[in-house]
């Protein structure tokens, strides 16, 4: 494994980890907070964006705009089924998503399954750390590079991973700041 391909991989888990975030709700309306509701449409499971369109009005308010009025049905039971923790509000055409106030407790629990989804994060890290050392080790092994040099590029897999892990770190401080802010 080369180190550019290492470093891609750890990009992405970063990336991964930042969407992760994203559904986390802060006390504001987000449309990223619908992002994992999948719905069940004709059979398969579809993600809700793809079958309605999703705004923000105001700052407590997510509206969901059904393309097929038909799917109202489907989208209310995602949504009800999901973790995100709110109840829909039909009108018959579009659904309501009321974000309340978080309480001090449930502030406590979304930075809790903020710090689990940073953890998440930091074993992605580590496994790609891990196929990075391995395969470092067989090229040794095999003779295609010195003692001295796997030690050099397992010290290099290591400064990589460290500085991927300060990131989520600071993404994870981000997050904590924005849940915990009133």
């Not at 049905?73 to 018959?92: F, H, R, V, Y």
């Not at 009321?98 to 449930?106: C, D, G, V, W």
């Amino acid at each position: 494994m080369k180190l550019s391909e290492l470093k891609a991989s750890m990009q992405k888990t970063i990336e991964a980890t930042q969407r992760s975030f994203n559904t986390i709700r802060t006390g504001r309306a987000s449309t990223s907070l619908l992002d994992r509701v999948m719905v069940e449409y004709y059979g398969s499971d579809a993600p809700l964006n793809s079958l309605a369109n999703i705004t923000t009005p105001d700052a407590t308010t997510i509206l969901i705009q059904p393309y097929d009025k038909g799917s109202m049905g489907q989208i209310e039971k995602a949504i009800s089924m999901s973790d995100i923790g709110l109840t829909p509000n039909n009108d018959g055409t579009n659904i309501r998503l009321n974000i309340p106030p978080l309480t001090k407790e449930r502030r406590k629990e979304l930075v809790k399954m903020a710090s689990k989804l940073a953890e998440e994060g930091k074993v992605a890290l580590r496994n790609i750390r891990r196929e990075g050392v391995d395969s470092v080790r067989k090229q040794e092994k095999n003779s295609e590079v010195s003692e001295d040099e796997a030690r050099d590029m397992q010290d290099e897999i290591q400064k990589i991973t460290d500085s991927f892990s300060k990131k989520i770190d600071d993404l994870l401080a981000v997050k904590e700041k924005d849940i915990t802010t009133v």
